[in-house]
């Protein structure tokens, strides 16, 4: 079993930046395929960023890309998402997913298991 524990968000300016990070224990996340999604109220929960067990591959959601920015640390069992240029649309939930096929997903139900989420908040 794997907990994910994400951490880093808070209120930020229309412009500004915060780095996510996803702490894992219970096992290590260096097989696993990670994600980030994000839920806003009254939306579906949507993905945005995915990377592969060895960080060789990433993809984005359209919205997100050339803006935020996956990564892991086998060693430290931690996957990060360094958001910059954020807009008052970013606002949300964001959740740190694990997957255990190594095929990267956009589908929260691809995913085995996740962390309770952190609140990002940017103000216009």
């Known amino acids: 079993q794997v907990q994910l524990v994400e951490s880093g968000g808070g209120l930020v300016q229309a412009g500004g930046s915060l780095r996510l990070s996803c702490a894992a224990s219970?096992?290590?996340?260096?097989?696993?395929?990670m994600g980030w999604f994000r839920q806003a109220p009254g939306k579906e929960r949507e993905f945005v960023a995915a990377i592969s067990w060895s960080g060789g591959t990433r993809t984005y959601a359209d919205s997100v890309k050339g803006r935020f920015t996956i990564s892991r640390d086998n060693a430290k069992n931690a996957v990060y998402l360094q958001m910059n240029s954020l807009k008052p649309e970013d606002t949300a939930v964001y959740y740190c997913a694990g997957r255990r096929e190594s095929s990267l997903s956009g589908r929260p139900l691809a995913y085995d298991y996740w962390g309770q989420g952190t609140q990002v908040t940017v103000s216009s």
């Open positions: 219970g096992r290590t996340l260096s097989t696993y395929t």
